[in-house]
């Protein structure tokens, strides 16, 4: 796999339905190698630090095969609009489905490791000017993977991404996503979710939450 774009912005106001929206969304490629630190990449700044940003969201990485299908689903050419979903890394072929939580991954001298599904917000929508499009992003459930740097380093266009660590026990980043959305009522699955240390804590705060509506309170 390689990183096909790094992508980066800084926070900035838009009007949406008459309103003024402070977003990093609006992430655009840069061509120069880049330092990454457990803060993230130099030069990217979040807008909402509660929804983004911080040691377990530190980078959001997308995979670029699914750019065609979002150009089908949108009836557009999404092909060279690197940061699609305001992504930080575009990879090549990044798959949710082959990828786990805890999986460390080396690019260059840096070393990431996911920690959970990223949850849209309403300014996904605004970016792909789709009103629907956090209903059509969810019920993909490829929703992309936050990691946090836990080697820092130097990182650029055409690095390598190689796969050089996968915990024991662990879920895809897919199957979360499900937890999560779709498959909330499969008990067994989220307890075995909340047994992750590596999951990041805002996720086993949902699934928590989930459990406790069904009525377990094993994890409360």
């Known amino acids: 796999m390689k990183v096909l774009s790094i992508n980066v912005s800084i926070p900035r106001k838009i009007i949406c339905n008459g309103k003024t929206v ?21 030069g990217d700044k979040q807008a909402d630090l509660l929804a983004h940003g911080g040691k377990n969201k530190s980078v959001y990485a997308y995979s670029y095969s699914h750019y065609k299908y979002w ?15 305001g992504e930080n890394l575009t990879i090549d072929d990044f798959n949710e489905k082959d990828y786990f939580i805890g999986d460390e991954i080396q690019i260059a001298n840096t070393v990431l490791k996911i920690t959970q599904p990223r949850i849209p917000c309403y300014k996904l929508g605004i970016k792909m000017n789709e009103k629907n499009f956090i209903k059509y992003f969810i019920d993909y459930a490829h929703l992309g993977m936050y990691m946090k740097v836990i080697k820092n380093g130097e990182i650029e266009k055409n690095d390598n ?13 897919y199957d979360v996503s499900k937890l999560i959305f779709n498959d909330y009522t499969d008990i067994n699955k989220i307890k075995k979710a909340l047994g992750m240390s590596y999951l ?14 069904l009525g377990h309170y094993e994890f409360t």
């Open 200 to 213: 990041s804590e805002e996720i086993k705060k949902r699934l928590t939450n989930t459990l406790v509506k």
């Open 161 to 173: 991404v190689e796969l050089i660590h996968r915990e024991k026990n662990s879920m895809s980043v």
């Open 22 to 42: 402070n977003t990093s969304i609006f992430k655009k490629p840069i061509h120069e190698k880049v330092k990454l630190s457990k803060l993230g990449i130099n």
């Open 71 to 85: 150009g089908q689903i949108l009836n557009r050419n999404f092909s060279k609009e690197y940061g699609l979903v």
